[in-house]
C-alpha cells in the first residue's frame, strides 16, 4: 500500500478503446455426449460455459491444445449466456445429464452437491489425475464444502470500484486506501455539487457489496446454512440507499434503465460504480471518458471485507470418464499455454503456472492486475463467505427487490420481510 495511503496511478485502470464482448452466443444442444467411447478407445467429453465471444474464441484454442497432448479424449464444446447456461442445467441436471465438465461458481456448489451432482474431485487428485498444487492466494479453498473438493478455480477476482477518473479530477476528489463510507458520500457529494451528476449508479441493490459492508462490521450475507444478517440490518441499508436516491446522490433507476445495455456509468449518469475487477473492461468499450478502479470503501478506516471470488471447473459425478474429466481440468487450470491464452478473460489466473506465463501488454488487464496487487498488499484479504443451497435464487431476489426499493415501489422495511420470506424459501428447497 502507499505510505500516504492514495492509489497510486498504477492501480488505477487506464482504459483505452477495448470493445465490449459479445452478451450471448447461441448455445450448441446435444446430449449424452459424454457417455460415447469409440472402438479405438477414444471418448468424448461434454465440456459447458457461459462467457461471450472472447471467452468461447479462447477456450476452443485451448481445447484444441488438450486434444493434441491427449489424442484419446475429444471435448464436445456447450456454450451460452448465464442466464441460459443455468436454466439449461438445471434441465439437464434434473435429468440426470448435465455435462462432464463445466463451468461454476460459488453461489452453485451448495445447491448441486446437496443433490448429489457434483464430483469430490481429491480421489482423481490422490490418483495423480489432478494436480492441486500451485494456487495463489488460498484461492482453491473457494470449492471446498463440507471437506471436499466439488470446484477447481480457473481466475481469480475482487470487488472494486470503477470511477470515472476525469470526474473525480475535475471534482477535487481523490479514491483512497482505507477511505470510509462517509469519505466516500462526502466525495460524492463533492461531485455531485460541483459536476452536476450523481455520484453512484446503484451501490445498495448490489449484493456482494452488501457482503464487503456486512464483513466489515463483523458479520456476513451467509452462513453456511442462512442469512448472516437481520431484517433491521438490510433495512437500515435499504432506508439509506433510498434517500440517496431522493438527493440525487445515487443515479435515477429509471434512467439507468434507459440506458441499458450500457451502463450508468459509462453513459455518464453517474461518477462511479460498484463491480468485479475483471468486468471494468467494459466502461472502455461503452463510454467516452476514462475509468479506473478504485478501493472499497470501509467503516473502520482499514478493513474492507474483501476476499477473492473466483469462477470454476466442476464435473459430473455421474461422468464414464472420471479420470478424463480430471486430466482435462488439470490441464485447463495449469498448462501455461492455455493461460497464455486465456488471459484474465475470468479473472486473474488461478496458478502460478498459468499466471507468471501471461503476462497483459493492455491498459485493462494491467489495470486489474495491479488492483489486485495493491489489495493483496495492503493485508485486507479475507476468505470467502459460505454460500448455502439456494444462494443464487437469493442473489436474483436481492438485485430484483433492491431495485424495487429504488424506484419507490417498496418501503425498505416490507422490502427487507420479502427478501427473508424469499431466501427462506429458497434454502429449504
Known amino acids: 500500500m502507499p505510505k500516504n495511503g492514495n492509489v497510486e496511478r498504477r492501480t488505477i485502470l487506464r482504459a483505452a478503446g477495448a470493445s465490449a464482448a459479445a452478451l450471448s452466443l447461441a448455445a450448441t444442444t ?51 449466456d448465464y442466464a441460459s447456461f443455468w436454466e439449461k442445467f438445471q434441465t439437464q441436471a434434473s435429468g440426470g445429464n448435465p455435462p462432464d465438465v463445466f463451468q461454476n461458481a460459488v453461489g452453485f456448489l451448495r445447491k448441486y452437491d446437496k443433490r448429489g451432482v457434483l464430483m469430490d474431485l481429491k480421489a482423481q487428485a490422490d490418483a495423480g489425475n ?17 471437506g471436499k473438493q466439488i470446484g477447481i478455480p480457473v481466475g481469480a477476482n475482487t470487488m472494486a470500484l470503477v470511477i470515472d477518473v476525469k470526474a473525480f479530477e475535475k471534482a477535487g476528489v ?9 469519505e466516500y458520500f462526502a466525495a460524492l457529494q463533492k461531485i455531485q455539487d460541483k459536476l452536476k451528476i450523481s455520484g453512484d449508479t446503484g451501490y445498495f441493490g448490489i449484493m456482494y457489496l452488501y457482503d464487503l459492508y456486512l ?69 472502455a468499450g461503452e463510454g467516452d471518458s476514462e475509468y479506473g478502479l478504485a478501493p472499497i470503501p470501509t467503516t473502520d478506516g482499514k478493513d474492507t471485507g474483501q476476499y477473492l471470488g473466483s469462477l470454476m471447473m466442476s464435473a459430473f459425478s455421474g461422468t464414464k470418464h472420471p479420470k478424463e474429466v480430471a486430466q482435462f481440468i488439470s490441464f485447463m487450470v495449469h498448462d501455461p499455454e492455455v493461460g497464455k491464452i486465456m488471459g484474465y478473460d475470468r479473472g486473474i489466473l488461478a496458478t502460478t503456472e498459468q ?39 437469493v442473489e436474483s ?14 418501503k425498505p422495511a416490507d422490502a427487507a420481510k420479502a427478501l427473508f420470506s424469499e431466501a427462506k424459501a429458497a434454502f429449504a428447497g
Open 130 to 146: 489432478l494436480d492441486l498444487e500451485n494456487f495463489r492466494n488460498g484461492v482453491l479453498a473457494n470449492g471446498q464444502v463440507d
Open 355 to 393: 499466471f507468471d506465463a501471461f503476462k497483459p501488454t493492455d491498459p485493462n488487464n494491467k489495470g486489474v492486475a495491479a488492483y489486485e496487487d495493491e489489495v493483496a498488499k495492503a493485508g485486507v484479504l479475507g476468505k470467502i463467505t459460505p454460500h448455502p443451497s439456494g444462494a443464487d435464487i
Open 215 to 283: 464483513r466489515q462490521n463483523g458479520k456476513a450475507f451467509f452462513t453456511d446454512t442462512d442469512l448472516g444478517f437481520t431484517e433491521d440490518d438490510l433495512t437500515q441499508w435499504w432506508e439509506d440507499g433510498y434517500k440517496r436516491v431522493k438527493s440525487g446522490l445515487v443515479a435515477d433507476p429509471k434512467k439507468i434503465e434507459q440506458v441499458q445495455p450500457k451502463s450508468g456509468l459509462s453513459a455518464g449518469l453517474a461518477a462511479s460504480e460498484f463491480t468485479w475487477d475483471n468486468f471494468s473492461i467494459r466502461y
Open 174 to 182: 481523490e479514491a483512497k486506501f482505507g477511505w470510509t463510507w462517509d
Open 30 to 80: 446435444g446430449c449424452g455426449g459424454g457417455d460415447s467411447g469409440s472402438g479405438d478407445g477414444t471418448v468424448t467429453l461434454r465440456y459447458a460455459w457461459w462467457g461471450g465471444e472472447p471467452r468461447t474464441i479462447a477456450i476452443k484454442k485451448s481445447i484444441a491444445l488438450f486434444e493434441k497432448k491427449y489424442p484419446k479424449i475429444k471435448i464436445k464444446p456447450e456454450f451460452t
Open 397 to 410: 431476489a436481492f438485485l430484483r427487490i433492491g431495485g424495487e426499493v429504488a424506484q419507490g415501489k417498496t
